[in-house]
Nanobody, 114 residues
Framework: VQLQASGGGTVQPGGSLRLSCAAS????????MAWYRQAPGKQREWVAT???????TYAVSVKGRFTVSRDNVKRTLYLQMNNLKPDDTSVYYC?????????WGQGTQVTVSS
């Protein structure tokens, strides 16, 4: 399975971006999927999950600003990010929520800067 994240870019604080992550595997709909991010010099951290059953959870740092969704027909996971802050600057990845994880892929860079 390959995961291809896209949609990143550079925005000013308060701006918005919508990330997409396309999966090549045919079992996408069966898995709990998540967004993660990794800032320079820091460990990768979990951001948000949408389970196969549609339950959604967020990290405290993004709750109320980010919205995760999925399209199982398109095998794509989305992350709508609003009111972006400089601390959101990271490379964003998607993957399964639970092990065994897929290969991470390259991710997509999000930079929030004035």
């Amino acid at each position: 399975v390959q995961l291809q994240a896209s949609g990143g870019g550079t925005v000013q604080p308060g701006g918005s971006l919508r990330l997409s992550c396309a999966a090549s595997g045919s079992f996408f709909s069966q898995y709990d999927m998540a967004w993660y991010r990794q800032a320079p010099g820091k460990q990768r951290e979990w951001v948000a999950t949408e389970t196969s059953g549609g339950n959604i959870t967020y990290a405290v740092s993004v709750k109320g600003r980010f919205t995760v969704s999925r399209d199982n027909v398109k095998r794509t996971l989305y992350l709508q990010m609003n009111n972006l802050k400089p601390d959101d600057t990271s490379v964003y990845y998607c993957n399964k929520r639970n092990a065994p994880l897929y290969d991470w892929g390259q991710g997509t860079q999000v930079t929030v800067s004035s």
